[in-house]
């Protein structure tokens, strides 16, 4: 599954990023990475951004963005 199909207040572990390198970089330099847990805090009504937490930090993708990051469900550890 990916980051896009996530629901608001769900959790899971990314698998891989398959985006272009470019994107890749950019989604690296902000934590998103292999292994990392991220939680979605919401997403917009239209579906166009999706806003994630990740450790501490709050982050804010398009929904074109999201459907590059596989991910496993998991369960939050609020």
């Given at each position: 599954?990916?980051?896009?199909?996530?629901?608001?207040?769900e959790c899971g572990e990314i698998v891989k990023v398959s985006a272009n390198q470019v994107l890749k970089s950019r989604l690296n330099s902000f934590g998103i990475t292999k292994g990392a847990k991220i939680y979605v805090i919401e997403q917009t009504m239209s579906?166009?951004?999706i806003e994630i937490r990740?450790?501490?930090t709050k982050i804010?993708?398009?929904?074109?963005?999201?459907?590059?990051?596989?991910?496993?469900?998991r369960e939050c550890e609020i």
């Open positions: 599954m990916t980051l896009s199909e996530l629901k608001k207040g579906k166009n951004t990740l450790n501490s804010a993708l398009r929904t074109n963005e999201a459907k590059t990051i596989e991910i496993e469900r």
